[in-house]
Structure formats: structure tokens, C-alpha cells
């Protein structure tokens, strides 16, 4: 597997070559990966175009690059999916990046929720798991990672027009796996995006479903079984983007 690396500045259509100058890019690709001159890497810049490229000149703070091909990442979900996450603890919610991420979410919505015990997180780490889990997955496009939100906030904020999902361990006669079988095979072109709600550690509170219900959400479960939250993540979100 060819590695992949993306960088800041776009890259034009009839471009040729590209410099990279981050120092830190340059020693992984050198010393951790020990690429030369003659290796291939691909080379993104975050538009869902991706660029195979050739190493001729590699220096300890600059690297030159002969780009051979351009073409367009296969790999991004039809469907977009934003995952409204309420924050959890620091190791859950770096996991919640890391594994929503390589299953296709295209926007992350920290959500600071009625029983949520943490209030913030670390945005530079989170950017950076974001951007290694991309690479890894081999995506074309880094998800978006939006400031916190209080559920409130989140909830009045979404657009009704898209599909918004709430999911909910209290619920007993509608799941995601039901509703998804029955509707959003049929009539997931005529949804911008689908957004969907998870809650802490201690789950949503009775108030926090009622606003969810009032401002037309679809409250659902994963089933019988109570999971956590970040397993809610991953299994909710690999389940509406996978191979959509």
C-alpha cells in the first residue's frame, strides 16, 4: 500500500510538482518510513482528488515531488453523515475520532449533553487523529471537526430538512437497523445528510429526548442491548456510511 499524506496548500489541475516543506511530514516519510528518491507516495489536499507522486530531491527541511497522476478518491460516502457525539472521556472520545472516522463520517459535532461529565477536549490531538485516520483509511477528504455545542444549541441548529436521528437505550419499538432497512435504501438521494445524536456516558435525560422529539427527530436504538457510547458511535455511523 502506497502511503498517503496530506498537506495545506492545494494542488492545481495542471500542476506538476509539489514542494513539501513541513519538517515533521518530511522525517516520517524519511526516517519512520525510510522512502528515497524513486518512491512513490500519494499526495492529498483535502478536495477528494488525490495525487500519485514520484520523491526526486529529499533534504531534511524540503522534499520535491514529480507528480504522475491526479485523480479523483473513490473512497467517500455517497451519504453524508454528521455524528453529533456528547463528550466522554478523553480516551473514548479520541477512540469515537478514530473509528468514526475510517468508517466514513464527514463532520464531528462535540455536544456537551445534560449528563455529560467532560466539557472539553483537546482540538490539535483531535485534528490529528482526524487526519491519520484519514490517511490510514485512505480517504479523500478529512472529516470536519466543529466547535462544542451544548445539546440545546445542537439540537435548534440542524436543518429539519435532513434526516436527524436521535438515538435512544429507553426506545423499544424503533431501531436504526428497522428504519434504515425499511426507508433510507429508498429515498436516501433526497437527504442532504444524515445527522445523528449520541449521547455520555449516562445516556440522554427525558428532557433532552422531548426537545429531540418537538423539533421532529427520529428517536431510535441499536436493539436490545445497552452499549456504550463510543460503541454507539462506531456501530450507528458504520452502519449509515459504509459502502454508501
Not at 484519514?134 to 441548529?157: D, N
Request: aromatic share 8%; charged share 35%.
Amino acid at each position: 500500500m502506497t502511503e498517503r499524506f496530506f498537506i495545506e496548500n492545494k494542488i492545481e489541475k495542471d500542476q506538476k510538482e509539489i514542494i513539501l516543506s513541513d519538517v515533521s511530514q518530511i522525517h516520517q516519510i524519511t526516517k519512520v518510513l525510510r522512502k528515497k528518491a524513486g518512491d512513490k507516495i500519494v499526495i492529498l489536499d483535502n478536495s477528494g482528488f488525490e495525487c500519485e507522486c514520484e520523491i526526486r530531491q529529499a533534504a531534511k527541511k524540503l522534499m520535491l515531488l514529480k507528480i504522475f497522476k491526479r485523480e479523483e478518491n473513490e473512497n467517500e460516502p455517497k451519504l453524508n453523515v454528521c455524528l453529533y457525539q456528547s463528550l466522554v472521556k478523553k480516551d473514548k472520545m479520541e477512540f469515537t475520532f478514530e473509528k468514526c472516522t475510517e468508517v466514513g463520517i464527514s463532520e464531528f459535532h462535540p455536544v456537551i449533553s445534560e449528563h455529560s461529565v467532560k466539557l472539553s477536549f483537546k482540538v490539535d490531538r483531535a485534528r490529528k487523529i482526524l487526519k491519520e485516520a484519514t490517511e490510514q483509511s485512505q480517504r479523500g477528504k478529512i472529516p470536519k471537526l466543529f466547535e462544542v455545542l451544548s445539546f440545546k444549541e445542537a439540537v435548534k441548529g440542524v436543518n429539519e430538512n435532513m434526516l436527524n436521528i436521535i438515538l435512544y437505550e429507553k426506545e423499544k419499538k424503533n431501531s436504526l437497523f428497522d428504519f434504515v432497512s425499511k426507508s433510507l435504501e429508498d429515498s436516501a438521494s433526497k437527504w442532504e445528510a444524515v445527522n445523528i445524536f449520541i449521547g455520555p456516558e449516562g445516556g440522554f435525560s427525558n428532557d433532552e429526548i422531548k426537545l429531540a422529539e418537538e423539533k421532529g427527530f427520529k428517536v431510535l436504538s441499536l436493539g436490545k442491548r445497552v452499549l456504550r457510547a463510543e460503541t454507539a458511535a462506531i456501530v450507528s455511523s458504520s452502519f449509515l456510511a459504509i459502502n454508501k
